[in-house]
C-alpha cells in the first residue's frame, strides 16, 4: 500500500508508459522520468486474453514500489478487473483503470477501489462508444480514452478514436481527469489537449528515444 494520490484536475500530467522501457533495468527507467519531474508512471498489465500479450503483473508493480515515489497508474488489460484489483492496490497501485468492456458490475468495482485507498479509471477502447461510461464516469476519478487498441506499444494513432475526449469532457465536467493512451507524441499532443485530455500517457515516444528527459520535454513543449 502506498498513499501517494493522483494529482488533483487541473494540471497536464505526462504519464509515461513504461511498456517500451527496458524491461531489465525498469527501477533505472523509473528514476530517469522520476528525475525529469513527472508525478505518475503508467504501468500497462496485459493477461494474454483481454489483450494478445502479456506483461506484467503485482509481483513486478510490488518491487518496482520500493524503488519509486511515482503514482503508480496501473491500466488492466484483463479480463477479470474484480477478481484481481485489490492485488494490485497490495502492491502498490495508486490508481487502477479497468476496462468497460469487461466490467459487468463497473459501479461496485469502484466502491471496491475507493474503499482500498485508491483512485479508480474507467476505460473505453476505440470501438467502445462513449455512451458506455456515460453513467458511471462522474464516479470515476479519471476516464482513459484508448489512442490505439490495446496490447502494444509503438502503434499509430487513431484520431477518431481521440475525438471521443471531447464528448468524455462534456460529461464529466473539469474535475475528473481524462487520461489518453495510445500514439501520443509532440505531433499528437496539441490535438489531444484541445479536445480536453490533461493526463498523457506517452510510452514508445519517450523510450524509444535514447534522452528520455529531453523527449518528456519535448512533449511538454508541445502542449498548447
Ligand atoms: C497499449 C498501452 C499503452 C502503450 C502506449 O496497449 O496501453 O499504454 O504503452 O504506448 P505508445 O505511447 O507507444 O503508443
Ligand atoms: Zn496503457
Known amino acids: ?3 501517494l494520490r493522483l494529482p488533483k484536475a487541473g494540471t497536464i500530467e505526462i504519464a509515461p508508459s513504461i511498456l517500451s522501457a527496458d524491461f531489465a533495468r525498469l527501477a533505472d527507467e523509473i528514476a530517469v522520468i522520476e528525475s525529469a519531474g513527472v508525478n505518475i508512471v503508467h504501468l500497462d ?5 483481454f489483450v494478445p500479450n502479456i506483461t506484467i503483473g503485482p509481483p513486478v508493480i510490488a518491487k518496482l514500489r520500493k524503488c519509486s515515489n511515482l503514482v503508480f497508474d496501473a491500466h488492466l488489460m484483463i479480463s477479470e478487473p474484480a477478481r484481481y484489483a485489490k492485488t494490485f492496490v497490495e502492491a502498490g497501485a495508486n490508481h487502477v483503470t479497468f476496462h468497460i468492456e469487461v466490467a459487468d458490475k463497473a459501479e461496485d468495482l469502484i466502491d471496491k477501489l475507493h474503499e482500498m485507498g485508491a483512485t479508480a479509471g474507467i476505460c473505453l477502447n476505440p470501438e467502445t462508444p462513449v455512451e458506455a461510461i456515460e453513467k458511471i464516469a462522474p464516479f470515476c476519478d479519471m476516464v482513459l480514452v484508448m489512442t490505439v487498441r490495446p496490447g502494444f506499444g509503438g502503434q499509430k494513432f487513431m484520431p477518431e478514436a481521440a475525438q471521443k475526449v471531447t464528448r468524455v469532457r462534456e460529461i464529466v465536467g ?4 481524462i487520461e ?3 500514439g501520443i507524441d509532440p505531433d499528437t499532443t496539441p490535438t489531444v489537449v484541445s479536445y480536453g485530455a490533461d493526463t498523457l500517457v506517452v510510452g514508445n515516444a519517450i523510450f524509444s528515444k535514447p534522452h528520455r528527459i529531453a523527449a518528456i520535454n519535448a512533449i511538454r513543449n508541445a502542449c498548447p
Open 1 to 3: 500500500m502506498s498513499d
Open 180 to 182: 489518453v493512451d495510445g
Open 45 to 49: 498489465v496485459m493477461d494474454g486474453h
Open 174 to 177: 473539469p474535475d475528473i481527469r
